[in-house]
């Protein structure tokens, strides 16, 4: 895939594989937008970033929070120029129990989340 100066967002940029993500696309000449429901988790992700950091930008947004999501575009326009592509990454998984025992808050919102 070619990467160098593509605009690609980044879901779940502010940990494990989203950020693992983040860092690989900067190296390979891409500009990013890394989005995360957690601030810490992308300062984190900037700070791994180093140099590159200049070619990444950083988005606290939930992924459930529809008007959040639907102004996000025009915000990573406004500091990339575009948009090229999309790693929707974050996910969540629901603790270990029988479903019986899942509050339906719990499966609502990790059905929310991952779709
Ligand atoms: N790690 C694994 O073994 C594994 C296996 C299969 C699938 N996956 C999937 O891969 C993806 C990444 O997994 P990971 O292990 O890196 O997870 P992780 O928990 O380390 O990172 C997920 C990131 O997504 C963010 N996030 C969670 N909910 C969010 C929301 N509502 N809005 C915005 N950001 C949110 C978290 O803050 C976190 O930074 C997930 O979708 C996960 O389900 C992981």
């Known amino acids: 895939m070619k990467i160098k100066n593509k ?67 025009e915000k990573v326009v406004a500091i990339h120029g575009q948009v090229d592509g999309l790693i929707n990454n974050a996910g969540i998984i629901q603790p270990f129990v029988k479903i019986n025992d899942l509050e339906y808050e719990t499966i609502e919102r990790v059905m929310n989340v991952n779709f």
């Open 7 to 73: 605009t690609i967002v980044v879901t779940g940029g502010g940990n494990g594989i989203g950020r693992e993500l983040v860092l690989a696309l900067l190296k390979d000449g891409a500009r990013v937008a890394a989005v995360d429901i957690s601030e810490k988790g992308l300062q984190e992700t900037q700070n791994l970033a180093g140099e590159l950091s200049k070619n990444l930008s950083s988005h606290v947004v939930d992924i459930i929070d529809k008007p959040a999501v639907i102004s996000l575009p």
